[in-house]
T-cell receptor, first 117, second 110 residues
Framework: EAGVVQSPRYKIIEKKQPVAFWCNPISGHNTLYWYRQNLGQGPELLIR????????DSQLPKDRFSAERLKGVDSTLKIQPAELGDSAVYLC???????????????FGSGTQLSVL | QKEVEQNSGPLSVPEGAIASLNCTYS??????FFWYRQYSGKSPELIMS????GDKEDGRFTAQLNKASQYVSLLIRDSQPSDSATYLCAVNDANSKLTFGKGITLSVRP
C-alpha cells in the first residue's frame, strides 16, 4: 500500500513568488495534517483536516498561507507571496485520528524542502 | 500554549551503551505519547507509542510514561550506529492535536 505522497520534493523560488505543495494521504485516512519544520526544530502544525473540514488552523499565517482539501482526500498548501522566512520543510501527514481517537498514529510523507531566495 | 520540552542534547553514547532520552509536557490532560525517529534529510517515522503509566518495551526500545510527573522517556539498549538520528517526542490531546518537541540528536560512536 502506498504511503503518504507529497510533491514536489524540492522547490526553490524567489521571494514574493507563489508556491504550492500537494499531498495525497494514505487511502482511508480521514485526518490530514500539514506541518512546517525549520532546521533543528520539531514539526509545527499549520493546519489539520478531518475529511474536508479544517478543524485546526490556528497556527496557519492566513495573510499568505492557504490550504484546501476538496473531497476530503488530497490536499494543497499554498503560499502567496513567499518570504525568506518561509524556507523550511513542509510535511504532510495522515492518520485515522480524530476526536476521541488520540491513539491513532501519524504517518508522514517525504516532505517538500522549500528554499526562498 | 501546550508545550513539549526536550531540553537535553545533543547526546553521544558509545556503541552498546544505553541511550536515555527525556521529554516533559505541559498539558495534564494529554492522552497519548509518541516517539518518532528522524534521520537527517528524512521525514519522521514512528518508533514507539505509549498510552498508560509504566513501561512499554519493543525490542531494544523501552518507552516510560509518568503522567503525574508529566514525563515520558525513551531508552535504547545496546545502541547501534544506525540509531544515530534525531528523536522527536510528540504528545496528543483528546482532540488528536499532536504537538512535537524540538528533538534530541543522538550520536552513537562505533
Amino acid at each position: 500500500e502506498a504511503g503518504v505522497v507529497q510533491s514536489p520534493r524540492y522547490k526553490i523560488i524567489e521571494k514574493k513568488q507563489p508556491v504550492a505543495f500537494w499531498c495525497n494521504p494514505i487511502s482511508g485516512h480521514n485526518t490530514l495534517y500539514w506541518y512546517r519544520q525549520n532546521l533543528g526544530q520539531g514539526p509545527e502544525l499549520l493546519i489539520r483536516y478531518e475529511n474536508e473540514e479544517a478543524v485546526d488552523d490556528s497556527q496557519l499565517p492566513k495573510d499568505r498561507f492557504s490550504a484546501e482539501r476538496l473531497k476530503g482526500v488530497d490536499s494543497t498548501l499554498k503560499i502567496q507571496p513567499a518570504e525568506l522566512g518561509d524556507s523550511a520543510v513542509y510535511l504532510c501527514a495522515s492518520s485515522l485520528a480524530g476526536w476521541g481517537r488520540p491513539n491513532e498514529k501519524l504517518f508522514f510523507g517525504s516532505g517538500t524542502q522549500l528554499s526562498v531566495l | 500554549q501546550k508545550e513539549v520540552e526536550q531540553n537535553s542534547g545533543p547526546l553521544s553514547v558509545p556503541e552498546g551503551a544505553i541511550a536515555s532520552l527525556n521529554c516533559t509536557y505541559s498539558d495534564r490532560v494529554s492522552q497519548s505519547f509518541f516517539w518518532y525517529r528522524q534521520y537527517s534529510g528524512k521525514s519522521p517515522e514512528l518508533i514507539m507509542s505509549i498510552y498508560s503509566n509504566g513501561d512499554k518495551e519493543d525490542g531494544r526500545f523501552t518507552a516510560q510514561l509518568n503522567k503525574a510527573s508529566q514525563y515520558v522517556s525513551l531508552l535504547i539498549r545496546d545502541s547501534q550506529p544506525s540509531d544515530s538520528a534525531t528523536y522527536l517526542c510528540a504528545v496528543n490531546d483528546a482532540n488528536s492535536k499532536l504537538t512535537f518537541g524540538k528533538g534530541i540528536t543522538l550520536s552513537v560512536r562505533p
